[in-house]
């Protein structure tokens, strides 16, 4: 497998067995881990708003129940895949266990583009792929939620489809939804503001001082634009931001209101006034203390690690750097925090949405993120524990704690 053809369904066989090693994994558990419990493919025709019908194809997998319900989310794009289906399944499953949610991970997509689709196509494609998948999901077995290209509005139609199905309001079926229909307040930032929370903590065991330290973002998007803010808070200096146009670099810092303001303008934040134009390349090599990835997967690689100078890399993308990538980081004292840990706020005020349906009693914005920081606190500490006591990277010790965490539900259950 080369970096050229990642296949990420191998990757994540590949870090379970990785963590297994120093957990003393039970071969038939990891066997297990290693597949998902139920993988559905499904086939579903839809009206076009020409008349004509077209069949849509649909996947759900669902890798491991043994905690409680799967959750995670559902993707609408051209290039959905099953093995990338599955591995973002496996990838939830360890995501949950890591902050220790009653959950195991879950997967969906439609191999669809959304960009060619009017605001009906897209609901009635909604609507058909939650009634091709229904059996199979509900507040007690899975509960999806946004992802690439889905957001709250096509979560109001899944839940609809499936409520009406059921012949009553099942809001706890899907999560991510408006806050009319039960969504949780909150969950807007619940992806940067977990990020900064761990981001918090790994400086604190770097002696890093939040208080002037220095910035760079890839990905100048909802949770890279909100991180910004969050992290500017604190004292951070934003140098660096980057959306999928190209990139800016002002070691000054830059005024992100100012920023702000342009790309709602401009649609990227591109050609801001007094910053230097980068790459989404170079941005990743900027001299800073910390980076966070809040883009695209296997932005760092073998070629390009070795030059990145940040302290700490915070992984609010899924994905952004390779195997290979978070060996030479690891090599050459960089602090990672794994994609699992770092943005796993998404998933833990999902879960906060979830009970809060179950309860039909909600929350303020301050109650959601004061539970939010307790969880991700805790679990940063326990992961960085784990590092400590096996001397490795965060990544592979979120694995063996959330692992571990899995294992022992299924061994009590008697599945092995």
């Given at each position: 497998?080369?970096?050229?053809?990642?296949?990420?369904?191998?990757?994540?066989?590949?870090?379970?067995?990785?963590?297994?090693?120093?957990?003393?994994?039970?071969?038939?558990?990891?066997?297990?881990?290693?597949?998902?419990?139920?993988?559905?493919?499904?086939?579903?025709?839809?009206?076009?708003?020409?008349?004509?019908?077209?069949?849509?194809?649909?996947?759900?997998?669902?890798?491991?129940?043994?905690?409680?319900?799967?959750?995670?989310?559902?993707?609408?794009?051209?290039?959905?895949?099953?093995?990338?289906?599955?591995?973002?399944?496996?990838?939830?499953?360890?995501?949950?266990?890591?902050?220790?949610?009653?959950?195991?991970?879950?997967?969906?997509?439609?191999?669809?583009?959304?960009?060619?689709?009017?605001?009906?196509?897209?609901?009635?494609?909604?609507?058909?792929?939650?009634?091709?998948?229904?059996?199979?999901?509900?507040?007690?077995?899975?509960?999806?939620?946004?992802?690439?290209?889905?957001?709250?509005?096509?979560?109001?139609?899944?839940?609809?489809?499936?409520?009406?199905?059921?012949?009553?309001?099942?809001?706890?079926?899907?999560?991510?939804?408006?806050?009319?229909?039960?969504?949780?307040?909150?969950?807007?930032?619940?992806?940067?503001?977990?990020?900064?929370?761990?981001?918090?903590?790994?400086?604190?065991?770097?002696?890093?001082?939040?208080?002037?330290?220095?910035?760079?973002?890839?990905?100048?998007?909802?949770?890279?634009?909100?991180?910004?803010?969050?992290?500017?808070?604190?004292?951070?200096?934003?140098?660096?931001?980057?959306?999928?146009?190209?990139?800016?670099?002002?070691?000054?810092?830059?005024?992100?209101?100012?920023?702000?303001?342009?790309?709602?303008?401009?649609?990227?934040?591109?050609?801001?006034?007094?910053?230097?134009?980068?790459?989404?390349?170079?941005?990743?090599?900027?001299?800073?203390?910390?980076?966070?990835?809040?883009?695209?997967?296997?932005?760092?690689?073998?070629?390009?690690?070795?030059?990145?100078?940040?302290?700490?890399?915070?992984?609010?993308?899924?994905?952004?750097?390779?195997?290979?990538?978070?060996?030479?980081?690891?090599?050459?004292?960089?602090?990672?925090?794994?994609?699992?840990?770092?943005?796993?706020?998404?998933?833990?005020?999902?879960?906060?949405?979830w009970v809060q349906n179950l309860m039909n009693y909600y929350w303020s914005e301050e109650e959601v993120f004061e539970k939010l920081r307790t969880i991700m606190y805790n679990a940063f500490?326990?992961?960085?524990?784990?590092?400590?006591?096996?001397?490795?990277?965060?990544?592979?010790?979120?694995?063996i704690v959330s692992i571990s965490r899995i294992a022992e539900a299924i061994k009590v259950r008697g599945h092995v």
């Open positions: 497998m080369t970096e050229e053809n990642l296949n990420p369904f191998q990757i994540v066989q590949q870090q379970i067995s990785d963590a297994g090693k120093y957990l003393g994994l039970d071969s038939a558990i990891e066997e297990i881990l290693k597949e998902p419990k139920r993988v559905l493919e499904v086939t579903f025709p839809v009206r076009m708003d020409d008349g004509t019908i077209k069949v849509f194809k649909g996947i759900r997998s669902q890798h491991n129940d043994a905690i409680g319900p799967c959750k995670g989310g559902v993707r609408y794009h051209p290039d959905v895949t099953v093995d990338e289906v599955k591995a973002l399944s496996m990838w939830m499953t360890f995501k949950c266990g890591v902050v220790g949610l009653p959950y195991g991970g879950g997967k969906g997509g439609v191999i669809c583009n959304p960009k060619e689709l009017s605001q009906g196509e897209l609901q009635r494609i909604s609507r058909g792929y939650v009634e091709a998948i229904a059996s199979i999901i509900g507040p007690d077995k899975d509960i999806p939620a946004p992802d690439v290209y889905t957001n709250a509005q096509i979560m109001a139609w899944m839940m609809d489809a499936f409520s009406r199905l059921q012949g009553s309001n099942q809001f706890g079926v899907v999560t991510g939804k408006p806050i009319i229909v039960g969504g949780s307040l909150g969950r807007d930032k619940a992806t940067a503001q977990g990020c900064v929370f761990v981001v918090i903590k790994a400086a604190e065991k770097l002696g890093i001082n939040l208080n002037g330290a220095t910035v760079a973002i890839q990905g100048y998007g909802n949770a890279g634009s909100q991180a910004a803010f969050l992290l500017n808070k604190l004292g951070c200096k934003i140098v660096g931001l980057s959306d999928s146009q190209g990139g800016i670099y002002n070691p000054d810092g830059i005024d992100l209101d100012k920023v702000y303001e342009h790309k709602s303008r401009t649609r990227s934040c591109v050609n801001f006034p007094g910053s230097q134009s980068i790459s989404n390349a170079e941005l990743l090599e900027l001299p800073v203390d910390i980076l966070i990835p809040a883009a695209l997967e296997n932005q760092i690689t073998a070629n390009n690690a070795a030059r990145v100078k940040a302290k700490i890399v915070a992984e609010a993308a899924n994905g952004p750097t390779t195997p290979e990538a978070s060996r030479i980081l690891y090599a050459n004292g960089t602090t990672v925090i794994p994609d699992i840990l770092a943005n796993a706020g998404g998933v833990t005020v999902s879960y906060f949405e500490d326990n992961v960085y524990a784990a590092s400590q006591q096996h001397q490795v990277d965060l990544r592979t010790a979120a694995f």
